[in-house]
C-alpha cells in the first residue's frame, strides 16, 4: 500500500491484481469494504490455484468458494453502483463483453486457448504462462520464427489437450459462452458434479447484463 500511495502521489493510476485464496473468499464484505475505503476503481482477481496435480491445499480456492465469494461480491458491487460508484471488477468486465457478443479480454474464458507465448529468461517460448513446463515447449526466441512456433506439433497438441469434465454443461445455459473455460483456471470454477461459475452466472448475468446494455447504449 505504501507503494500505491507513492505511485498516486506522482499521478500514476493504479490497477490491483489480486490472489483470491480460501480465506479471503469468505470474507468479501471485507474485500469490498477495503476496495472502498482505499479509492481502487480497478480489480482483477485471481484465483489461488492447487498445483499441476489438482491436490488442493489450503489455500486453493474451491468451486462453492468461488461461486460464495462472487455472489455476494455482487450484491455489494450492485448496491454501490446503484450509488453512483461503478467498481471495475475484472471478471464482471469481461462476462459484460461477452453479454454484449464482444470477445473476454481473458485469455482462456471462452474455452478455447491461443498461443500467449511465453518468453522464459533462458529464451524459451512456452504457449501460456501457466504450462511453462518442458513437455510444452514451442522452440527459443533465439532461433525459432513466432510462425514457426506457433504452428509447431508441441503448440498443436496444447491447443487440443481437453478440458475437465463436469456433468452440469449438458443442460448449462452458459454452456455456449463457457465452453469449461480456461483448461487451468476452471480448477477453482468447478468440480464433476457442481459449477460455481454456473451458479454465479446464474445469479448475476441478468444484472451484469442489463449494466453493459446501460453502458453500450451511453
Given at each position: 500500500?505504501?507503494?500505491?500511495?507513492?505511485?498516486?502521489?506522482?499521478?500514476?493510476?493504479?490497477?490491483?491484481?489480486?490472489?483470491?485464496?480460501?480465506?479471503?473468499?469468505?470474507?468479501?464484505?471485507?474485500?469490498?469494504?477495503?476496495?472502498?475505503?482505499?479509492?481502487?476503481?480497478?480489480?482483477?482477481?485471481?484465483?489461488?490455484?492447487?498445483?499441476?496435480?489438482?491436490?488442493?491445499?489450503?489455500?486453493?480456492?474451491?468451486?462453492?468458494?468461488?461461486?460464495?465469494?462472487?455472489?455476494?461480491?455482487?450484491?455489494?458491487?450492485?448496491?454501490?453502483?446503484?450509488?453512483?460508484?461503478?467498481?471495475?471488477?475484472?471478471?464482471?468486465e469481461n462476462i459484460m463483453q461477452m453479454?454484449?457478443?464482444?470477445?473476454?479480454?481473458?485469455?482462456?474464458?471462452?474455452?478455447?486457448?491461443?498461443?500467449?507465448?511465453?518468453?522464459?529468461?533462458?529464451?524459451?517460448?512456452?504457449?501460456?504462462?501457466?504450462?511453462?513446463?518442458?513437455?510444452?515447449?514451442?522452440?527459443?526466441?533465439?532461433?525459432?520464427?513466432?510462425?514457426?512456433?506457433?504452428?509447431?506439433?508441441?503448440?498443436?497438441?496444447?491447443?487440443?489437450?481437453?478440458?475437465?469434465?463436469?456433468?452440469?454443461?449438458?443442460?448449462?445455459?452458459?454452456?455456449?459462452?463457457?465452453?469449461?473455460?480456461?483448461?487451468?483456471?476452471?480448477?477453482?470454477?468447478?468440480?464433476?458434479?457442481?459449477?460455481?461459475?454456473?451458479?454465479?452466472?446464474?445469479?448475476?448475468?441478468?444484472?451484469?447484463?442489463?449494466?453493459?446494455?446501460?453502458?453500450?447504449?451511453?
Amino acid at each position: 500500500m505504501g507503494g500505491v500511495r507513492l505511485l498516486r502521489e506522482t499521478g500514476v493510476d493504479v490497477n490491483v491484481l489480486s490472489v483470491l485464496t480460501s480465506q479471503m473468499a469468505a470474507h468479501p464484505q471485507r474485500v469490498f469494504s477495503f476496495i472502498k475505503r482505499e479509492g481502487i476503481t480497478h480489480i482483477q482477481f485471481i484465483p489461488c490455484l492447487p498445483g499441476l496435480d489438482d491436490e488442493h491445499d489450503a489455500f486453493s480456492l474451491a468451486p462453492r468458494e468461488f461461486s460464495s465469494f462472487y455472489c455476494r461480491l455482487f450484491d455489494l458491487w450492485w448496491r454501490e453502483l446503484g450509488a453512483g460508484n461503478y467498481v471495475s471488477i475484472w471478471l464482471f468486465e469481461n462476462i459484460m463483453q461477452m453479454a454484449l457478443g464482444q470477445f473476454p479480454s481473458q485469455c482462456g474464458m471462452l474455452g478455447r486457448c491461443a498461443p500467449q507465448f511465453v518468453v522464459e529468461s533462458d529464451g524459451s517460448v512456452y504457449p501460456c504462462d501457466f504450462y511453462a513446463l518442458d513437455e510444452h515447449r514451442v522452440g527459443d526466441i533465439r532461433n525459432d520464427g513466432l510462425e514457426a512456433m506457433a504452428t509447431c506439433e508441441a503448440m498443436h497438441a496444447f491447443l487440443r489437450e481437453p478440458r475437465r469434465a463436469c456433468s452440469q454443461c449438458a443442460d448449462c445455459p452458459f454452456e455456449g459462452m463457457c465452453h469449461r473455460n480456461c483448461k487451468r483456471l476452471n480448477i477453482a470454477y468447478y468440480d464433476e458434479g457442481y459449477c460455481g461459475l454456473r451458479e454465479f452466472l446464474e445469479y448475476a448475468y441478468p444484472g451484469l447484463q442489463r449494466v453493459a446494455r446501460m453502458f453500450a447504449r451511453r
